[in-house]
């Protein structure tokens, strides 16, 4: 499981130092695609196999569905590390989550985030996490 939060930065060739702890847990080879809120996911490879199997049982009559699927898909890049722990961000998805110096790499559960500094600002003060909890009973979440 992925979990907390780390303050890094990104080259100017577009290089991202993992943290350690997540180096372990993502293995030799992992996929870095774009995710929902403008920020980046790292899927560990059997992790983002189980979310293609998902993906793949979507209707393709379904346009909503079509779309989802694209969005995570089209944007999907395999990835290794280098011998110093870095890996290369292409700039589409550098791009995409506005990723320029300052970046915050997130653990969340079964994936890692990667997130532009001020944004991640941004969205952690948005947040008015007493609504998004009581909103969240109805899905089985207790506190």
């Known amino acids: 499981m992925f979990m907390g939060q780390f303050s890094h930065s990104i080259d100017a060739k577009g290089r991202l ?6 180096r ?3 293995g030799e080879e992992f996929v870095m695609t774009k995710g929902l809120d403008g920020c980046l996911y790292i899927f560990p490879m059997n992790a ?3 979310f293609e199997t ?5 209707p393709l009559t379904n346009k909503d569905a079509r779309a989802f699927s694209r969005f995570f898909v089209s944007g999907a ?3 290794e590390f280098d011998k110093q722990g870095r890996i290369l961000v ?3 998805l550098r791009e995409f989550a506005c990723l320029d110096k300052d970046v915050v790499v997130s653990g969340n559960l ?3 985030e990667v997130w532009d500094k001020e944004k991640w600002i941004a969205a952690d003060a948005a947040q008015d996490m007493d609504n998004v909890a009581e909103n969240l009973q109805g899905l089985g979440i207790d506190i």
Do not use: H
């Not at 130092?17 to 997540?22: E, S």
């Not at 998902?54 to 979507?58: A, E, Q, S, V, Y």
């Open 17 to 22: 130092i993992i943290p350690t702890r997540f």
């Open 24 to 26: 372990e847990l993502l």
């Open 48 to 50: 983002w196999e189980e």
């Open 54 to 58: 998902k993906l793949r049982k979507l």
């Open 77 to 79: 890049t395999p990835c």
């Open 90 to 92: 292409p700039q589409p």
């Open 110 to 112: 079964e994936r890692i």
